[in-house]
């Protein structure tokens, strides 16, 4: 996208476009502050983390922000969104809380992290209102609740879980061998996705089918395969475990 | 009888709840996800693809593509496949390019090689590296730095004070996808985006 877009650049007469190829993966990679858009933060299916003490957040914070005082954070482990994919935004009025925060969200799992580094000025620079008072605070009990909205072909935990009771839809885990036999969801049919190809004419046309794994990621080949195929299919984009007794967690 | 149909009726609508509902929620379009109006795709003499790397599973050892005219390519890889461009399969990342030979063995496409492209940059560009950015950024106040991606992965991240003009946009307009940038005609330009794409 960046070098061709330089091409044009060029060829419109702006003079020695210069191309970051190696682009912001890099640029987050190296520790080079990030930042979101302001209406992102107001409206985007994120969780904005406030880190200041309590008291400065009752002076004034960004209204649909959670309060954990950056001290708190190490032990808030499970106040924070059960999905290690959810969008976490942190900010603070020190960089340095901003940048320790990022790495313990790290440690724990967090794929999606983003330091906001100059998020009260940017927010009260775009003429939004901070809200004083207490800020949203999740506990143990009551962790942040986060979840992610569903791509093409995606299916919903809660359709996913009422799918493996149905006759008409066919649960295929598309784990190996050795993943089904650790524990499975009730229902399923153990395809490993390396040979679902070999094994299509097992697959019945006439059900609906649902590809789920450990995480999504082979699940989500082996929908795209079925699709092709022709099936109607859908895939769970969610980590589980389960347990040699039937039982199981989605996240 | 009709408890019969009622059970059916149950299951129909269990059916249509979870097929239809779950399709009428307006869903994000990651690039990850942007192959999924994909066409059959049979390549049966084509010998090599050309595509972004929508998906790996390391313990399916399957690779998965999305090819420019937004079909979707799936191959095996092996041991034995040659990689060029990259050290490990493992060092590779979603929507990079890459190009992959293959051969079909029983129906299936089996990798002979891979080879990451790297972006070859047009005439009258430079390219810059992470830390010349970061200082001129500091120190330059013509620099103006653009982000090509889409304007939703804008609004997610972006380096601070970049603007988003999403290629996309600009191959659109045509050559009226000047006027998005003539008014920058006196800055130094910096243009970035998920990396070689």
């Known amino acids: 996208m960046s070098p061709n877009s330089a091409g044009l650049a060029v060829k419109w007469g702006h003079k020695n476009p210069l191309v970051y190829v190696e682009g912001l993966p890099a640029w987050k990679k190296s520790g080079n502050p990030i930042s ?14 406030d880190l200041r003490s309590t008291a400065e957040v009752q002076k004034g914070h960004i209204p649909r922000a959670y309060s954990i005082p950056f001290g708190e954070l190490e032990d808030a482990e499970d106040a924070l969104p059960k999905s290690l994919g959810a969008p976490i935004y942190v900010y603070s009025d020190k960089d340095a809380e901003v940048n320790a925060a990022r790495k313990i969200l790290a440690e724990l799992g967090y794929k999606n992290i983003v330091g906001f580094h100059g998020a009260l000025d940017a927010w009260t620079g775009a003429g939004k209102p901070l809200q004083k008072g207490p800020a949203l605070t999740a506990t143990d009990e009551t962790p942040i609740n986060w979840q992610k909205k569903l791509g093409p072909g995606e299916i919903s935990i809660t359709d996913f879980t009422k799918s493996l009771k149905s006759d008409l839809i066919l649960v295929i885990d598309a784990r190996t061998p050795v993943e089904f036999e650790s524990g499975h969801f009730p229902g399923s049919v153990s395809i490993p996705l390396e040979q679902m190809k070999a094994r299509i004419n097992e697959i019945p046309k006439d059900k609906f089918i649902v590809v789920h794994c450990a995480t999504g990621g082979r699940g989500e080949i082996g929908y795209r395969m079925l699709k092709e195929e022709g099936y109607s299919v859908k895939f769970l984009n969610a980590e589980c475990e389960c347990s040699t007794t039937g039982s199981f967690e989605i996240w | 009888m009709k408890k019969t149909f009622l059970k059916l009726g149950l299951v129909a ?22 192959a999924d109006a994909a066409k059959v795709v049979k390549p049966a003499d084509a010998q090599s693809v050309k595509g972004k790397i929508s998906n790996i599973s390391q313990k399916a050892k399957t690779i998965a593509l999305t090819l420019s005219d937004s079909s979707f390519f799936l191959a095996k890889f092996t041991d034995e496949t040659k990689l060029k461009g990259v050290e490990s399969i493992k060092s590779l990342n979603v929507e990079e390019p890459v ?5 079909v063995v029983n129906g299936e496409n089996i990798a002979t090689s891979l080879e990451l492209i790297h972006a070859t940059l047009p005439a009258g560009t430079k390219e810059i590296k992470t830390k010349e950015l970061a200082e001129l950024l500091k120190s330059n106040k013509d620099l103006l730095v653009i982000d090509s991606r889409p304007s939703i992965k804008y ?23 000047a006027k998005l940038l003539e008014k920058y005609k006196d800055r130094q330009l910096v243009f970035y985006c998920g990396g070689s794409t």
Do not use: C, R, W
């Open chain 1, 36 to 49: 979101p858009s302001i209406d992102y933060v107001a409206n985007g299916n994120i969780v904005l983390v």
């Open chain 2, 13 to 34: 609508l269990l059916v249509t709840n979870v097929f239809m509902v779950s399709e009428a929620v307006p869903g994000f379009s990651g690039v990850v996800f942007a």
């Open chain 2, 99 to 103: 190009i992959v030979g293959y051969s």
């Open chain 2, 155 to 177: 609004d997610e991240s972006h380096i601070p004070g970049s603007i988003s003009v999403p290629y996309a946009q600009i191959v659109k307009m045509g050559d009226d996808g």
